[in-house]
């Protein structure tokens, strides 16, 4: 029996959330800077599916 796999997913996500959180931190200019920075490293995917639902309308 087959099993479907979804490795390549789970990589390209894990390396928008490491380069997502290099850039928040990078930005960042304090210690609570780079907690909310890494927070946001956390969300950002879900944030960017809300938007582009919101530009089209659904």
Do not use: C, R
Request: proline share 2%; charged share 10%.
């Amino acid at each position: 029996m087959a099993k479907n796999s979804s490795h390549g997913g789970n990589a390209v996500y894990g390396l928008g959330l490491i380069g997502a959180a290099i850039y928040f931190i990078q930005s960042a200019t304090g210690f609570w800077d780079g907690i909310l920075g890494l927070l946001k490293a956390m969300v950002w995917p879900a944030v960017l599916v809300y938007e582009i639902l919101k530009i089209l309308n659904m």
